[in-house]
């Protein structure tokens, strides 16, 4: 069994060519992750798409024995161990629920009633960036937009969005690194801190957005605790954000690279549904899934993996798998079909689906149509990716206009 270093160097500047090779000669291979330890990943669709749908897979570590509890650990800040009450860490009745309550504020509705705003929103974005020439395409649109969407989701008063964007720029930054971790804390515990206050304000005086609606939410189990609802606000806010910042910006790059398909784009918009799909299986803003637990001893080709140990599913590696896409390396925006799982799949599929792709709907057609000859403004091989734990993005995309 191979070994997958996910924090090398060489790994980071080409994952691509490590995970073809694992797909190829080590479909499960060992790898060690900063705080969660040791444990096995999955290089194949199959292998993947089955492993999301496994109940025999846990994702609270209580739920697996002999698990590790690696948000639990005593040096830990206090603040990141809230995360340990949300969904992506739940299974079954706890996990239904919390998805139920969410669903009920999160609906397509909702959803929809965003779209002008968005819209609104982007215009004013590419107006003061393209009055700039040149730019970095993440300050100035990727990162504000769906920085702005999660504060008018979640219902954070005009007035405090500056605020809160300074906070969260911090606190997103992070990689998950202990160092970082540390340097994080203020920004996490202000953060906390102005979540607590949102959620009074909101229990005292409701309006139309997520907060008042899961802080009244109940349904036939008991209401969400203040625990369990900071956090959903810190899930969401961390789920939600860059996710998304690098769907735009990695799928702009995509774009830029390949511009016989951007022209194809251009010439032919009604494209942009099945170019979305595409620019999220070739770019995988999330490239990994959260960690699960094998709650029984588990074989994978042939490797043991006893109870309690961690697997990770590889998802960036599925999505370029040869025996479920033609050509998995090119990037083809009229794929079909195009079973991506770049969100995932089965009882944790992602939940914030519909609204990325509406982001990305709106978005990326208003940069093409406002900046026709839009271009990177320095050599793409110095670019530089961020060494975030499970997500992949640039860290800046300088253009020009
Ligand atoms: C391009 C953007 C996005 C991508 C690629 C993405 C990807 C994913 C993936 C792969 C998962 C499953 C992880 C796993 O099974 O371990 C997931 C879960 C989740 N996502 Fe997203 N996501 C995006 C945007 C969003 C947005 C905008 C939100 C919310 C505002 C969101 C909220 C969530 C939540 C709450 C979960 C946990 C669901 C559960 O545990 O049942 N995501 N996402």
Redesign the pocket.
């Known amino acids: 069994m191979n070994q997958l270093d996910l924090r090398s160097k060489a790994f980071q500047a080409n994952p691509h060519a490590a995970y073809a090779r694992l797909r190829r000669d080590s479909p499960i291979a060992g790898v060690q992750l900063p705080i969660f330890g040791a444990g096995f990943a999955l290089a194949r669709y199959a292998d993947v798409s089955e492993a999301?749908k496994d109940p025999r897979l846990a994702n609270d570590p209580a739920n697996a024995p002999g698990a590790p509890d690696p948000l639990g650990q005593w040096w830990l800040p206090a603040v990141f161990r809230a995360v340990r009450h949300s969904?992506?860490f739940s299974d079954g009745d706890d996990?239904r629920r919390l998805?139920n309550l969410v669903h009920l504020a999160f609906t397509p509705k909702r959803i929809e009633a965003l779209e002008q705003r968005i819209e609104q929103v982007t215009d004013e974005l590419l107006t003061s960036a393209l009055a700039k020439g040149s730019f970095d395409l993440i300050t100035e649109f990727a990162l504000p937009l769906p920085l702005w969407v999660?504060s008018e989701l979640l219902g954070v008063p005009e007035a405090d969005r500056h605020v809160f964007r300074d906070r969260m720029e911090g606190l997103l930054d992070s990689s998950l690194g202990p160092l970082q971790l540390v340097r994080n804390v203020p920004a996490a515990f202000q953060t906390m801190a102005f979540f607590r206050r949102l959620i009074a304000d909101r229990r005292r005086e409701p309006g139309d957005d997520l907060v008042s609606a899961l802080a009244h939410a109940e349904t036939e189990g008991p209401r969400l605790s203040e625990d369990e609802l900071l956090a959903m606000l810190f899930?969401?806010l961390f789920?939600?954000h860059e996710?998304?910042v690098n769907?735009l910006a990695s799928g702009t790059l995509a774009l830029l690279e390949h511009p016989a398909q951007l022209e194809r784009l251009r010439a032919e918009p009604a494209l942009i549904g099945s170019a979305i799909e595409e620019l999220?299986r070739y770019t995988n803003?999330?490239e990994q899934?959260?960690a699960r637990y094998a709650r029984e001893p588990l074989t994978f080709h042939g490797v043991e993996v006893p109870a309690g140990r961690m697997v990770i599913l590889l998802?960036a590696s599925a999505n370029r798998d040869e025996a479920v896409f033609t050509e998995p390396d090119t990037l083809d925006l009229g794929r079909t079909p195009n079973r991506h799982l770049?969100?995932?799949l089965g009882?944790?599929y992602?939940?914030?689906?519909p609204?990325?792709r509406l982001e990305a709907r709106v978005a990326l057609p208003a940069l093409l149509r406002r900046a026709p000859n839009l271009r990177l403004a320095v050599p793409a091989s110095e670019l530089r990716w961020r060494g975030s734990l499970n997500l992949r993005g640039l860290t800046a995309l300088p253009v020009r206009a």
């Not at 992602?350 to 689906?353: I, N, T, V």
């Open positions: 999301l969904m992506i996990h998805k999660i899930l969401l789920a939600g996710t998304t769907l999220l803003p999330v899934s959260g998802l770049a969100f995932g009882g944790h992602c939940l914030g689906a609204l990325a």
